[in-house]
């Protein structure tokens, strides 16, 4: 009986583990396709930012920082951001950026059942057409984690999950300064990467500050910026 019970204890932890790194894969899930860098030999990268928008005041800067630099970036936006500030959310689709889905409420989606993973999904979409963007809607899942149930409903749905391969502000010594995190992003980006930044609230002044030296130091390498979409197009 210790035997069967050891069985049980050992299986239970290899379902659990396994489940546990298919959640937080940024090159696998279970249904549908995920994206994490585009297979190209060509000089072209993508700027993600994630979350938001959180008012007028960050947006309007990192606009104006993408306008100076004529670089187009993709927007993976919160639903809730969205409807409480419409304005910004506007301004990004005016400017020409794309826009993705980053759920309603920026909740881990992992355990989530259908009907909540289709609001939080749909919602979002609702209000990402409702300011003006008429390109296609990639999904990004908050924190990356996802299972079972997104990725069914997401291929159900003909939505490709964007994850990233370049992601600075996970180490706490790259993400305390701007020439940190530009160094790190242009050293570890290659044809194809896509490229993690937060940039569009109060306590992202370091990646902001980032994305001018990030733009410059990877065109002095001779990249090209694009959209996510422009990216899987090209590769």
């Given amino acids: 009986m210790k035997r069967v019970y050891l069985l049980i204890l050992i299986f239970s932890a290899v379902i659990i583990f396994g489940a546990w790194n298919i959640s937080k894969s940024r090159t696998f899930q279970v249904f549908g396709e995920i994206v994490a860098k585009a297979e190209t030999n060509e000089k072209i990268i993508a700027l993600t930012f994630d979350d938001g928008p959180w008012g007028a ?12 630099h004529d670089v187009k970036g993709t927007f993976f936006l919160n639903g809730s951001g969205i409807q409480q500030n419409m304005q910004p959310a506007i301004d990004l689709v005016n400017a020409g950026h794309q826009i993705g889905n980053h759920s309603y409420s920026h909740k881990r989606m992992m355990l989530m059942g259908l009907d909540e993973v289709r609001e939080e999904i749909d919602s979002t979409t609702a209000l990402i057409r409702q300011v003006g963007f008429k390109g296609e809607i990639y999904f990004r899942p908050p924190y990356g984690k996802k299972l079972f149930v997104l990725p069914y409903y997401l291929k159900s749905e003909g939505v490709k999950t964007i994850t990233w391969n370049v992601e600075p502000e996970i180490y706490p010594e790259i993400a305390r300064s701007s020439a940190s ?22 306590k992202n002044k370091e990646s902001r500050d980032a994305i ?4 410059k130091g990877l065109r002095a390498k001779g990249y090209k910026f694009v959209t996510v979409s422009q990216l899987l197009k090209n590769a």
């Fill in 212 to 215: 001018g030296p990030i733009i």
């Fill in 57 to 68: 005041k960050y947006t309007t800067q990192v606009l104006n920082i993408l306008e100076e």
């Fill in 181 to 202: 995190i530009a160094e790190y992003v242009v050293k570890s980006s290659t044809p194809g990467s896509i490229i993690l930044l937060h940039v569009l609230g109060s």
